[in-house]
Nanobody, 120 residues
Framework: QVQLVESGGGLVQPGGSLRLSCAAS????????MSWYRQAPGTELELVAT????????NIADSVKGRFTISRDNIKRTVYLQMNSLKPEDTAVYYC?????????????WGQGTQVTVSS
């Protein structure tokens, strides 16, 4: 059973930093790309960052480029999102995501989400 468990969210002042973690289980973690999405109230889901299976490929959304970094530890089966220079517009629920091949189908899996609030 695929499980993604996020942690690390919270309340932070503008300019501050947070590191989100997503602990994965139930699938071959080291073989899959992992992504972080976010959704602010009243807005659509936004892809924030993606990292390839080995960490060699990384893509960051323009809205967070230069401030956020995605990384992974395949031994710990965990993907991270380091968020620096946080802005109020980064306030959202952040979700971990993976698309897992099961049999002949690719199935999407999401974590429960972790709230990030940037406010003074």
């Amino acid at each position: 059973q695929v499980q993604l468990v996020e942690s690390g969210g919270g309340l932070v002042q503008p300019g501050g930093s947070l590191r989100l973690s997503c602990a994965a289980s139930g699938f071959g973690f080291s073989f899959y790309s992992m992504s972080w999405y976010r959704q602010a109230p009243g807005t659509e889901l936004e892809l924030v960052a993606t990292i390839g299976a080995t960490g060699g490929f990384r893509n960051i959304a323009d809205s967070v480029k230069g401030r956020f970094t995605i990384s992974r530890d395949n031994i710990k089966r965990t993907v991270y999102l380091q968020m620096n220079s946080l802005k109020p517009e980064d306030t959202a629920v952040y979700y971990c995501y993976v698309l897992v091949m099961e049999g002949r189908t690719n199935n999407p899996y999401w974590g429960q989400g972790t709230q990030v609030t940037v406010s003074s």
